[in-house]
């Protein structure tokens, strides 16, 4: 069964356009970790933001800003006046400390396009 | 503070062949991981070393193998290469077992 569930594969959006990338997740573990990283057309991996299982408040960290919700086992990430540097793929990613320690499931990500 | 870095950059091999790629971790970050990146599988994990130990193993081939040095640097080994080998292998670091982890630029490797 897929682990985390990016349902959208392509957003593409006009510059300043707020865009919400979602992120469903699955696990039995009580205490599990969820992140969301971005992958720029250079390939590496940056990391955006940690958030475990037992923190539910969002966060918002500049024009970015997270929405955690257990009730929904949902983790979705909004861009807030988008910009043509915000282009990447974007990667929600899992990591279950009971069964699986460190290790991160990543979901199929979601390639966004902002036209200027 | 100087990010993961990751040798070779690019690599072409055919099969058969054999191949050592090679991570250095973030100063003072002691947990290497590995993953592979293919558009067909995505992003998945290979393994993890933890001060010189395997702690964590993904679902790949004994074809696959790594280690990791007491200065924390660690290599991954894939021997008899595959067409299907070809992807983009990331290391990534983190200070412990749940924080988060950084990646490098990736080796691309192409198998001919």
């Known amino acids: 069964a897929q682990k985390v569930t990016q349902a959208q594969t392509e957003i593409s959006v006009v510059e300043k356009e707020d865009v919400t990338l979602d992120c469903v997740y699955e696990?039995?573990?009580?205490?599990?970790?969820l992140f969301w990283y971005k992958q720029p057309p250079s390939g590496e991996l940056v990391f955006l933001i940690r958030r475990n299982s037992f923190d539910e408040q969002n966060e918002i960290s500049g024009r970015y800003s997270w929405n955690f919700q257990k009730s929904t086992s949902s983790f979705n990430f909004t861009i807030t006046a988008s910009q043509v540097v915000d282009s990447a793929v974007y990667f929600c990613?899992?990591?279950?400390?009971?069964?699986?320690?460190?290790?991160?499931?990543f979901g199929e990500g979601t390639q966004l396009t902002v036209n200027p | 503070k100087a990010g993961v870095t990751q040798t070779p950059r690019y690599l072409i091999k055919t099969r058969g062949q054999q191949v050592t790629l090679s991570c250095s971790p973030i100063?003072?970050?002691?947990?290497v991981s590995w993953y592979q990146q293919t558009p067909g599988q995505g992003l998945q994990f290979l393994f993890e070393y933890f001060s010189e130990t395997q702690r964590n193993k993904g679902n790949f081939p004994g074809r696959f193998s790594g280690r990791q040095f007491s200065n924390s640097r660690s290599e991954m080994n894939v021997s008899t290469l595959e067409l299907g080998d070809s992807a983009l292998y990331l290391c990534a670091s983190s200070l412990g077992q749940f924080n988060e982890q950084f990646f490098g630029p990736g080796t691309r490797l192409t198998v001919l």
């Open positions: 990613a899992l990591s279950e400390a009971e069964t699986s320690g460190s290790r991160l499931t």
């Open positions: 100063s003072g970050h002691r947990s």
């Open positions: 696990t039995r573990d009580t205490t599990y970790y």
